[in-house]
């Protein structure tokens, strides 16, 4: 069954607190069909049929990584449709919403499909060991975020503080860096992985990212901003 997304310009600038909690709800909904269909494409493509990829492989450890990476964007972009009332902000944030929540989705679901845990392991653990020669020791910072671009706890408290255009400076400053952030996990994985179905979407969320990033720039120079230190 196929949903009627609801277009950002559609909402109303400021949601009722019970359509907040509608929409949580749908999301959640919607995040658990996901992870079924994930599991039904991954049959489809083929996955699954050779060798089942390890909890310590590059598949597993992108798809449980980025997943986790793009469910901080999912809910940063989700702030965004409550708070904004920047019809272009709305418009990437839903965009950023559907994407991403998609995305992760397909990656839980191939997850579930090899039998794996979608949480557990070392962040990034699995690019180090001298898989194309990458150094993942300053990976982790100290700021306390789970990975690099990710948004740490003050950070999103502020965002959910401010109003305005200050709200929307500050969502595009850390959705810029989130962005940065994950590249670098989607093209290790689209050069090092074994699963031609997740280095596929690997490539797409590399190749997609990095024009939001761009586009992203623009427009927070449009309104008065400049971007955080990239990761």
């Known amino acids: 069954m196929t949903a009627t997304a609801v277009r950002p310009e559609q909402e109303a600038p400021a949601p009722a607190p019970r359509g907040r909690g509608l929409r949580a709800a749908l999301l959640a909904v919607i995040a658990v069909a996901l992870v079924v269909l994930g599991g039904g494409l991954a049959v489809g493509l083929g996955i699954g049929r050779a060798a089942t990829p390890t909890a310590d492989s590059v598949d ?45 989705g397909q990656m839980e679901g191939w997850l579930a499909l090899w039998g794996l845990s979608r949480s557990g392991g070392d962040h990034m653990a699995w690019m180090g060991g001298g898989h194309g ?21 003050a950070e999103l408290a502020n965002l959910r503080s401010l109003t305005g255009t200050a709200f929307d400076v500050e969502f595009l400053r850390l959705m810029i860096r989130h962005h940065q952030g994950g590249l670098e996990m989607a093209r290790y994985e689209a050069a090092d992985g074994t699963e031609s179905a997740v280095r596929t ?14 586009t992203m720039v623009g427009m927070l120079t449009a309104r008065g901003g400049t971007p955080l230190p990239a990761p």
């Open 133 to 153: 020669g990458h150094d993942t020791s300053a990976m982790s910072g100290d700021d306390g975020a789970l990975m690099p671009g990710m948004a740490t706890e």
């Open 60 to 104: 597993a450890g992108f798809s449980r990584d980025m997943a986790l990476h793009h469910r901080q964007g999912v809910e940063m972009a989700n702030l965004a449709l409550e708070r904004s009332t920047d019809p272009e902000v709305r418009q990437l944030a839903f965009d950023i919403s559907s994407t991403q929540t998609n995305q992760a």
């Open 201 to 214: 979407l690997a490539t797409s969320i590399a190749d997609t990212q990095t024009a939001e990033v761009t």
